[in-house]
């Protein structure tokens, strides 16, 4: 099966610019997470969807992070504007989302490497 | 809400040797445990779960252990190979339609051939 895709791979960008990364997520996974991982660090999670429906952002820097699936497919991350300690990896993740599924496994697209100079 | 630690940090082994890695956690309603592998530059990976109404689980050269009791569970890694090297997470989660992970933060395994 295909896997969870994720652009752009690499994004430099100056402090105080916007930046935004696209997520893909399996065919058929309801839910999708978007995880900053600081290196060094385990996967923080910012927010989960189910369908096109936040579920959780409590980790979410909301005056300047911004996120949305509008279709309850693909889903958008926005930095505006960014900060210096926004350079991390972001990762996007995605699973079927429903309990008494036999998986709760997480699978992980290959990150977005944003570098804020 | 739940907190997951794990130890070492690092960890460099000598090929062949067993390798073990510890995570615990504070929420007693967590009944997932997931670890992941994340090779250098590449996305996490499964590599092996247990549920909280088993006590071990073995895949191969990995097995891992929970001891609900005292909140904890552990990865071993037997015999291992020069590409076992990468960081290992551990992570906690309740099996509800949430599945939020919570995610130690990490081990370096460093196999040395």
């Known amino acids: 099966e295909a896997g969870v895709a994720q652009s752009p791979r690499y994004k430099i960008i100056e402090k105080r610019q916007s930046v935004a990364f696209w997520c893909n997520p399996i065919s058929g996974h309801a839910t999708l997470y978007w995880y900053q991982q600081i290196l060094g660090q385990g996967p923080k999670l910012l927010i989960q969807f189910q369908n096109n429906g936040v579920v959780d952002d409590s980790q979410l820097p909301k005056d300047r992070f911004s996120a949305e699936r509008l279709k309850g497919v693909d889903s958008t991350l926005k930095i505006q504007p960014a900060k210096l300690e926004d350079s991390a990896v972001y990762l996007c993740?995605?699973?079927?989302?429903?309990?008494?599924?036999?998986?709760?496994?997480?699978?992980f697209g290959p990150g977005t490497r944003l570098t804020v100079l | 809400g739940e907190n997951v630690e794990q130890h070492p940090s690092t960890l460099s082994v000598q090929e062949g040797d067993s390798a073990v890695i510890k995570c615990t956690y504070s929420d007693s309603a967590s009944n997932y445990f997931p670890w992941y592998k994340q090779e250098l530059g590449k996305r996490p990976q499964l590599i092996i779960d247990i549920r909280s109404n088993v006590g071990e689980k073995k895949d191969q050269r990995i097995a891992v252990t929970l001891n609900k009791t005292a909140k904890h569970f552990s990865l071993h890694i037997t015999e291992t190979q020069p590409e076992d090297s990468a960081v290992y997470f551990c992570a906690a989660s309740k099996n509800n339609n949430f599945n939020k992970f919570y995610f130690g933060s990490g081990t370096k395994l460093n196999v040395k051939p």
């Open positions: 993740a995605s699973s079927f989302g429903t309990s008494g599924i036999t998986s709760n496994e997480q699978f």
